[in-house]
């Protein structure tokens, strides 16, 4: 099986070229990414508990699902891919804002991306692929905040960075 790629970018989101994904983590090279949260009529977030045989971050609870653009895929497109690939269902997808993060893993990996996050709406019970997803769980936006405080350790580092931007993102826009 072929390697997963990434596009790599440069700071204003311009494709530069393509870089195998585990080399681009090893290297920590930017590289584009997207995240996607859905929401229900309650407001609250569908997180997703990464599969325990995941190379990096087994266990750990995240946004509903995230991943890398393939060459001439929109982010959108990719976005609606992966959580079909993840979580089981299609829905409609919205690009609300993208921003840079690094973030350094325990096991020498370093996310380096460029991330485009997207918001969904959902209302019905997922049907997770259980090589992605360990489990997953409806949670109140406020509710995410505060365990993330008293428990740190039950998310992905990435997560910890998106979701304070999804939510000041919330804060500011009043969706």
């Known amino acids: 099986m072929k390697e997963e790629q990434v596009i790599l970018v440069n700071k204003n989101d311009e494709a530069i070229g393509v870089m195998n994904k585990l080399e681009a983590?090893?290297?920590?090279?930017?590289?584009?990414?997207?995240?996607?949260?859905?929401?229900?009529?309650s407001n609250e977030v569908m997180l997703q508990q990464r599969a325990h045989h995941k190379y990096h971050s087994p266990l750990l609870w995240t946004n509903t699902c995230c991943s890398h653009q393939r060459v001439g895929e929109t982010n959108i497109e990719?976005?609606?891919?992966?959580?079909?690939?993840?979580?089981?269902?299609?829905?409609?997808l919205k690009e609300l804002f993208h921003f840079i993060y690094k973030a350094p893993f325990d096991n020498g990996l370093t996310e380096h991306e460029l991330?485009?996050?997207?918001?969904?709406?959902?209302?019905k019970n997922p049907a997770i692929n259980y090589e992605?997803?360990?489990?997953?769980?409806?949670?109140?936006?406020?509710?995410?905040k505060v365990d993330m405080s008293e428990n740190p350790n039950l998310y992905t580092v990435w997560f910890k960075i998106i979701f304070d931007e999804f939510y000041h993102y919330l804060e500011d826009h009043k969706i």
């Not at 983590?25 to 009529?41: P, T, W």
């Open 132 to 144: 992605e997803v360990e489990s997953w769980k409806w949670m109140k936006i406020e509710d995410i």
């Open 25 to 41: 983590h090893e290297k920590a090279v930017l590289h584009r990414a997207f995240s996607v949260f859905v929401l229900n009529d």
């Open 115 to 123: 991330d485009h996050v997207m918001i969904g709406y959902y209302n």
């Open 78 to 92: 990719a976005g609606k891919r992966r959580l079909y690939e993840e979580m089981g269902f299609k829905t409609e």
